[in-house]
Nanobody, 122 residues
Framework: VQLQASGGGLVQAGDSLRLSCVAS????????MAWFRQAPGKEREFVAT????????YYTDSVKGRFTISRDNTKNAVYLQMNSLKPEDTAVYSC????????????????WGQGTQVTVSS
């Protein structure tokens, strides 16, 4: 099982970025796919998750209305569209997957991709 994350970069406050996570190695149609982030000196934080089969999504409060998690079944990919970025969004963003996680709890996701750095300057 592999999760390959990409799309990070250095942007200014108010800009947008789209992160991608391409999944391979199994059928993820019955999985939850999530994004977490970790800022320097801070614990890993839940950002968003999606039930792949139903499309139902969940977000942490600080990103609601700004971030959107979506999927492309044909590409086996999950995306995180991040708009109106703020300096406090600066972190390493990682994608994760699991069949039955506790949605916002990182340790309950068994599969992880490498992180991609997002830096938002003020």
């Amino acid at each position: 099982v592999q999760l390959q994350a990409s799309g990070g970069g250095l942007v200014q406050a108010g800009d947008s970025l789209r992160l991608s996570c391409v999944a391979s190695g199994r059928n993820f149609s019955s999985y939850y796919m999530a994004w977490f982030r970790q800022a320097p000196g801070k614990e890993r934080e839940f950002v968003a998750t999606m039930d792949w089969s139903s499309g139902i999504t969940y977000y942490t409060d600080s990103v609601k209305g700004r971030f959107t998690i979506s999927r492309d079944n044909t590409k086996n990919a999950v995306y995180l569209q991040m708009n109106s970025l703020k300096p406090e969004d600066t972190a390493v963003y990682s994608c994760a997957a699991d069949r039955s996680p506790t949605l916002a709890v990182a340790r309950t996701y068994n599969y992880w991709g490498q992180g991609t750095q997002v830096t938002v300057s003020s």
